[in-house]
């Protein structure tokens, strides 16, 4: 039914799934059509539900998509709700003239002879304003709540905060089980992002089949664009009534096609083969349970990718039966890039009162990487495999650096300075260790800074240059290189520094440049090719410890 034709009073038929696979009907009273209220051009049909059933529930988040006849005409999908705590069922309906256009390139607005003014009058102006989407109910499986927990803002931010533990028999299918009927209006279905030993889903409602296409859930329910996300099949084990929002908790089942674009009007897809996943392999290693080994598929996709593996690790070490906040976690990752060299972290991370636990500082870190790669500006690229090697002890392991004793404070060309380190580990007995610097001959006089620390403290000095660096990249894999030779946290370094002209040139470090040189380079510098450096690093050296090590300090060192 065109949007045109819709008017307030219209009694309407709706359609939905409440408990298992059975497609249920309720009625609606059209109330208004509201001028605008998506956008321009772009609006909405205001409805009451009527009904024993969503006189108890509501609208709940799952029933995203639900389609709405007048007269066995379709009108659209059920996609809006008053927010938390209404007294009264009142929604908002999506037009299926604008569904209908999702993924075909047309304009998505009402046509010219739609309404120019709200109908309905002072009803519309009373809900102006007041709706949100219906939430999307995420389904999870074997995700323990601390690992959704870490990543708390960054699902909400994905619009996938409203999370329900549920279940998953998805299997690896490519096309419809054969026992099944054909998709139909009304049917749950559910956007897969990770399968495998975790599921992660976000499900909602089909409003409209057409052939092989799927139109469903009346909003974006994923982030705005294209990008290819598994469709499945889900089963409703019961809708749950709550005052502050009641929730379809459900089964996802086996994997039928690929949801192609997600929009204002809703999200679009293709009944047939799913779409290629990221493989991710976790190896946990216990000093208990020995090795556990987790597999993983997840979307490709710049916004979700970050996020979820950050969740996929997190979740790895928690399902790890002997895990405690206390461990000490051992990280080999490597994402391998297709047509680029592999990313690679390996670090150390310990978690002691007082501290986040080492679990929620890796998986940041992990997703980090995800991110720096997915949000680079050179080109879009594709992650072949994804590899995480982790490995535990029941103890936290971590010192702190204490103090930085030279033997000497003032040195000539040609002699060796010592720099004696104390460290503490945590509830542990003191130990040094010890650099030597020998100053090579024709050294001028001069102070020069001798920063010596963990990586933390190092990193803090650096983090100029970096982000320097980073900015003056040229492709991505410069970026990558970058990325790689990143710091970590299990070594102790030494870092020697004077003030001497030195510049960054095509994102390297390079240091002692004479005036004249300088004064050459200095013409590109609004070209953002060449940033000046004050200090320029002599002499670097490390010494790999078997612990995370926090602090350091700077002491001074005159040349004669």
């Given at each position: 039914?065109?949007?045109?034709?819709?008017?307030?009073?219209?009694?309407?038929?709706?359609?939905?799934?409440?408990?298992?696979?059975?497609?249920?009907?309720?009625?609606?009273?059209?109330?208004?059509?509201?001028?605008?209220?998506l956008?321009?051009?772009?609006?909405?049909?205001?409805?009451?539900?009527?009904?024993?059933?969503?006189?108890?529930?509501?609208?709940?988040?799952?029933?995203?998509?639900?389609?709405?006849?007048?007269?066995?005409?379709?009108?659209?999908?059920?996609?809006?709700?008053?927010?938390?705590?209404?007294?009264?069922?009142?929604?908002?309906?999506?037009?299926?003239?604008?569904?209908?256009?999702?993924?075909?390139?047309?304009?998505?607005?009402?046509?010219?002879?739609g309404?120019?003014?709200?109908?309905?009058?002072?009803?519309?102006?009373?809900?102006?304003?007041?709706?949100?989407?219906i939430?999307?109910?995420?389904?999870?499986?074997?995700?323990?709540?601390?690992?959704?927990?870490?990543?708390?803002?960054?699902?909400?931010?994905?619009?996938?905060?409203h999370?329900?533990?549920?279940?998953?028999?998805?299997?690896?299918?490519?096309?419809?089980?054969?026992?099944?009927?054909?998709?139909?209006?009304?049917?749950?279905?559910?956007?897969?992002?990770?399968?495998?030993?975790?599921?992660?889903?976000?499900?909602?409602?089909?409003?409209?089949?057409?052939?092989?296409?799927?139109?469903?859930?009346g909003?974006?329910?994923?982030?705005?664009g294209?990008?290819?996300?598994?469709?499945?099949?889900?089963?409703?084990?019961?809708?749950?009534?709550?005052?502050?929002?009641?929730?379809?908790?459900?089964?996802?089942?086996?994997?039928?096609?690929?949801?192609?674009?997600?929009?204002?009007?809703?999200?679009?897809?293709?009944?047939?083969?799913k779409?290629?996943?990221?493989?991710?392999?976790?190896?946990?290693?216990?000093?208990?349970?020995?090795?556990?080994?987790?597999?993983?598929?997840?979307?490709?996709?710049?916004?979700?990718?970050?996020?979820?593996?950050?969740?996929?690790?997190?979740?790895?070490?928690?399902?790890?039966?002997?895990?405690?906040?206390?461990?000490?976690?051992?990280?080999?990752?490597?994402?391998?890039?297709?047509?680029h060299?592999?990313?690679?972290?390996?670090?150390?991370?310990?978690?002691v009162?007082?501290t986040?636990?080492?679990?929620?500082?890796?998986?940041?870190?992990?997703?980090?990487?995800?991110?720096?790669?997915?949000?680079?500006?050179f080109?879009?690229?594709?992650?072949?495999?994804?590899?995480?090697?982790?490995?535990?002890?029941?103890?936290?392991?971590?010192?702190?650096?204490?103090?930085?004793?030279?033997?000497?404070?003032?040195?000539?060309?040609?002699?060796?300075?010592?720099?004696?380190?104390?460290?503490?580990p945590?509830?542990?007995?003191?130990?040094?260790?010890?650099?030597?610097?020998?100053?090579?001959?024709?050294?001028?006089?001069?102070?020069?800074?001798?920063?010596?620390?963990?990586?933390?403290?190092?990193?803090?000095?650096?983090?100029?240059?970096?982000?320097?660096?980073?900015?003056?990249?040229?492709?991505?894999?410069?970026?990558?290189?970058?990325?790689?030779?990143?710091?970590t946290?299990?070594?102790?370094?030494?870092?020697?520094?004077?003030?001497?002209?030195?510049?960054?040139?095509?994102?390297?470090?390079?240091?002692?440049?004479?005036?004249?040189?300088?004064?050459?380079?200095?013409?590109?510098?609004?070209?953002?090719?060449?940033?000046?450096?004050?200090?320029?690093?002599?002499?670097e050296?490390?010494?790999?410890?078997d612990?995370?090590?926090?602090?350091?300090?700077?002491?001074?060192?005159?040349?004669?």
């Amino acid at each position: 039914m065109p949007l045109s034709e819709v008017k307030p009073g219209m009694i309407a038929t709706i359609r939905t799934v409440f408990e298992g696979d059975n497609v249920e009907e309720f009625q609606a009273e059209i109330l208004a059509v509201m001028d605008s209220f998506l956008g321009p051009r772009l609006d909405l049909i205001v409805a009451r539900l009527k009904g024993d059933r969503v006189g108890v529930t509501g609208v709940a988040a799952g029933m995203s998509g639900s389609p709405v006849y007048v007269g066995g005409r379709l009108v659209g999908a059920l996609s809006y709700s008053m927010g938390a705590f209404p007294k009264e069922p009142i929604a908002g309906i999506t037009p299926i003239e604008y569904m209908v256009k999702v993924g075909t390139g047309k304009p998505v607005t009402r046509g010219a002879s739609g309404p120019a003014l709200s109908q309905g009058g002072s009803a519309a102006s009373a809900y102006m304003g007041q709706f949100e989407p219906i939430q999307t109910a995420v389904v999870t499986s074997g995700v323990p709540e601390a690992a959704i927990r870490l990543f708390a803002a960054d699902m909400d931010r994905l619009g996938l905060g409203h999370m329900v533990s549920g279940g998953s028999s998805a299997s690896s299918s490519t096309s419809i089980a054969a026992d099944r009927a054909p998709l139909k209006p009304g049917d749950s279905i559910a956007a897969q992002l990770v399968t495998g030993d975790i599921s992660f889903a976000a499900t909602g409602t089909v409003t409209h089949v057409d052939g092989d296409r799927v139109y469903a859930f009346g909003h974006p329910g994923l982030t705005n664009g294209t990008g290819d996300v598994p469709m499945a099949r889900a089963e409703i084990y019961l809708t749950l009534p709550s005052l502050q929002s009641s929730t379809k908790i459900s089964h996802v089942m086996e994997t039928i096609g690929t949801f192609r674009e997600s929009r204002l009007p809703g999200i679009a897809g293709v009944i047939g083969p799913k779409p290629v996943m990221i493989p991710v392999t976790v190896n946990v290693k216990s000093t208990e349970t020995g090795l556990k080994q987790y597999h993983y598929q997840m979307i490709d996709n710049k916004e979700f990718t970050a996020p979820l593996v950050g969740v996929l690790a997190a979740a790895s070490v928690f399902n790890t039966p002997d895990y405690s906040d206390e461990m000490t976690l051992s990280l080999a990752a490597k994402i391998q890039l297709d047509g680029h060299q592999d990313l690679v972290l390996n670090d150390l991370y310990s978690g002691v009162a007082g501290t986040p636990p080492a679990v929620a500082t890796m998986s940041r870190d992990v997703a980090g990487l995800f991110g720096a790669v997915f949000a680079n500006r050179f080109e879009p690229i594709r992650v072949t495999s994804v590899s995480l090697d982790i490995s535990s002890v029941e103890k936290g392991k971590i010192s702190f650096i204490e103090g930085v004793y030279p033997t000497r404070g003032e040195v000539a060309p040609g002699e060796k300075a010592e720099f004696r380190v104390l460290i503490r580990p945590y509830r542990g007995e003191r130990y040094t260790k010890k650099f030597v610097y020998r100053v090579p001959e024709g050294t001028p006089q001069g102070t020069l800074s001798v920063y010596i620390g963990g990586a933390g403290m190092i990193g803090t000095t650096e983090r100029n240059i970096l982000a320097r660096q980073i900015s003056q990249a040229d492709d991505i894999n410069q970026l990558i290189t970058l990325i790689n030779r990143l710091r970590t946290s299990e070594k102790l370094y030494m870092k020697i520094t004077r003030r001497l002209g030195g510049a960054i040139v095509l994102n390297e470090v390079m240091p002692s440049l004479p005036p004249s040189v300088l004064s050459t380079l200095g013409a590109n510098r609004g070209a953002g090719e060449v940033t000046p450096l004050a200090e320029t690093t002599l002499h670097e050296e490390e010494i790999v410890l078997d612990e995370i090590l926090i602090g350091g300090t700077m002491v001074p060192l005159n040349i004669r």
